[in-house]
């Protein structure tokens, strides 16, 4: 299977209230607007996926549904989210794996947690293979040229 896109789909029980929630408390940058223009669906940008928020349903959109979402700093969005009267599931804590990571919800029980990848983990490492005899990184053109005309 080729997978060219991909988005989580919600569809939640008031799509004016998930709305607000997703554009006006996370701050996610929405992609596209789409169907009745007094009651529109929104698609928002995840990073590189993205999430669509429309339609309704009758019932809760449960626990089997997560969305994950990476951030900078997840503590100062801690702070930002709680300002905001979102409540907290779990505050932020550094899991066994190595990622800092914070619970909250979405009005209608959706579950999301907020991720901080620290400096020193693995994840942040380019752990591709090089050809022998070639370095990790290459110098700036800048740095090149300082260290040729003996400005190091």
């Not at 080729?2 to 004016?16: K, N």
């Not at 999301?112 to 050809?131: G, M, N, Q, Y």
Request: charged letters at 25%.
């Amino acid at each position: 299977m080729e997978v060219l896109s991909s988005r989580i789909l919600l569809r939640p029980a008031d799509l004016g209230r998930s709305r607000r929630f997703y554009r006006d408390v996370l701050g996610l940058a929405v992609y596209r607007e789409f169907g009745p223009p007094e009651d529109p669906g929104m698609v928002f940008f995840l990073g590189s996926g993205m999430l669509e928020v429309s339609g309704r349903t009758d019932g809760s959109a449960g626990r089997s549904v997560m969305i994950w979402l990476q951030v900078r700093d997840v503590r100062a969005e801690r702070d930002r989210l709680a300002a905001a009267g979102v409540g907290i599931l779990r505050e932020p804590a550094t899991e066994s794996w190595g990622l800092t990571e914070m619970w909250i919800e979405d009005p209608d029980g959706v579950r999301i947690v907020l991720v901080e990848v620290p400096a020193d983990h693995p994840l942040r490492r380019d752990t591709r293979s090089l050809p022998a005899g070639r370095p990790a990184v290459s110098p700036s053109p800048r740095s090149s040229s300082s260290r040729a005309a003996g400005q190091a």
